[in-house]
């Protein structure tokens, strides 16, 4: 039966229809709301606002609940490949053996970028951030991959080359900031293989693969494939809504993560590491800044705007983390810090009265230090794993017969009307 909420305001009384999610979860659709009594909402930050219907990630920031089409995330970093993860997202189910094979071929086929890209990375200044190079070149594969394709299977393959190319364009921003020759993507490697070897193999050393980073990389891209409507996510369906091509909505989920408060706190949190380091490890100090209203510091890697407990990826990824530096037989200190940052803000009243936890950014940069992956990277990693999360949203939003174009309200603070007034009257 439907349900119903009633607005009353000055005698006049509207009904909004109530609409139920899948998992239970409730909201007014307000879609009649400035048509039917001239009133829009207004929720700043969107917090308590939700965009769109979506079949593909369910959280439960309270739970600490994380599920890719359905499937816990737990299971799919314990049991599953990057690749499988992928194509659930984007497909809605995970694929059987063929379709596998097929999804494999199209990746390992799709995997070189065209040789004239190379220029563009030579004309960026060597102190250039990847994630602004990454940006750039996703947008500019428009120009050398014009077809978007109408067809499904147009469309698929569009979306397949991103994914399988979006890992050598990376490597290559690498390699090119270093001044070293650029290293091909190799069709007996897998995907995460592929990319250590693109970032990590030299003509005089060649790159060992090793299993436990590959195994990490795999985890680390799994858990940050998807994450239903966070801020890039949103940019991708915003920049999407106005029937821009794929590659330039994603581009704009890239800028949108860059922020050091979204994708970008990975490597924010390491140099806050490091800068806690330099000051004698004293990481009570970071606490009381953080608890500090007239201190703009926060302590990076903690808090989240869903989850109110535990983010159950930063479980995960702390897990990750013992296990790697113990296989590769390395002593981060940072690892030992970062525990030590988080036992005591876990306990501080303060992190507990705002709900403040670990989120996903605060030890996956140790694994990736541990991997040799260098900081300014770590956001592209992230980006990396996203993408097919970006794709999925992007597909889901284009494929709604109802997505109309993205274009919110506001309520006007400004001046009331005025006449122009002449330059020699002005003061
Ligand atoms: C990601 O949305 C997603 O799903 C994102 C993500 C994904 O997979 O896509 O999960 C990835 O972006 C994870 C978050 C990474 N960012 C950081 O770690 C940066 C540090 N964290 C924050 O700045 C903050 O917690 C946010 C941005 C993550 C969430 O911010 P909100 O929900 O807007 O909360 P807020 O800024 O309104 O803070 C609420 C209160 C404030 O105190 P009061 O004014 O109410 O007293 O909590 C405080 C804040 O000052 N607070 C912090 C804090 N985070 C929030 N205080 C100290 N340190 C922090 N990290």
Redesign the pocket.
């Known amino acids: 039966m439907e349900e119903f909420v009633t607005l009353t305001y000055n005698g006049q009384e509207i009904k909004l229809p109530v609409v139920i999610g899948t998992e239970g979860e409730k909201a007014i659709d307000i879609s009649g709301l400035r048509q039917d009594t001239g009133f829009i909402t207004l929720d700043p930050?969107y917090?308590n606002t939700g965009s769109c219907l979506s079949a593909i990630t369910y959280m439960d920031g309270e739970k600490g609940i994380l599920r890719y089409r359905g499937i816990p995330v737990e299971q799919l970093a314990e049991n599953a490949t990057f690749k499988e993860t992928a194509y659930l997202l984007i497909n809605g189910k995970l694929p059987n053996r063929d379709q596998l094979t097929r999804f494999s071929v199209m990746l390992n086929d799709n995997s070189l970028v065209h040789e004239d890209l190379k220029a563009f990375y030579q004309n960026f200044p060597r102190a250039s951030h990847p994630m602004g190079i990454l940006s750039s070149m996703v947008n500019a594969l428009r120009s050398f991959y014009p077809e978007l394709g109408t067809t499904e299977e147009e469309i698929n393959s569009t979306m397949t080359r991103l994914l399988a190319k979006v890992r050598t364009m990376a490597a290559m921003s690498y390699k090119i900031s270093r001044g070293h020759r650029v290293v091909y993507p190799r069709p007996d490697m897998t995907y995460c293989e592929n990319f250590l070897n693109m970032m990590f193999d030299t003509p005089v050393k060649p790159y060992e693969i090793n299993r436990a980073a590959v195994n990490a990389l795999r985890v680390f891209w799994i858990l940050?494939a998807d994450?239903?409507q966070?801020?890039?996510?949103s940019a991708v369906r915003v920049v999407g809504s106005a029937r821009v091509n794929l590659y330039a909505a994603i581009s704009s989920g890239i800028a949108a993560l860059w922020g050091?408060?979204?994708?970008g706190?990975n490597q924010?949190?390491i140099e806050m590491l490091t800068a806690i380091q330099a000051d004698g490890g004293d990481y009570k100090k970071a606490i009381e800044r953080?608890?500090d209203?007239n201190d703009p510091f926060?302590?990076?890697?903690?808090?989240?705007?869903?989850?109110k407990t535990y983010?159950p990826?930063a479980k995960i990824m702390k897990k990750m983390c013992d296990e790697l530096l113990d296989s590769l037989q390395i002593d981060d200190p940072m690892l030992d810090l970062a525990k030590e940052l988080e036992e005591a803000a876990c306990n501080d009243a303060?992190f507990i009265d705002?709900n403040?936890y670990p989120?996903?950014?605060?030890y996956s940069g140790i694994v990736l230090r541990a991997v040799g992956i260098p900081t300014n990277m770590f956001t592209v990693m992230f980006a990396i794993g996203?993408l097919p999360g970006w794709i999925a949203q992007w597909k889901e939003s284009m494929d709604d017969p109802k997505w109309k174009i993205c274009r919110p309200r506001q309520v006007y603070t400004g001046n009331l009307q005025y006449d122009f007034i002449p330059i020699h009257a002005r003061i």
């Open positions: 930050g917090a940050h994450h239903e966070n801020c890039s996510t050091p408060l979204h994708g706190a924010a949190v953080a608890k209203k926060r302590l990076m890697g903690f808090g989240h705007r869903v989850y983010d990826r303060y705002h403040l989120n996903i950014d605060f996203r």
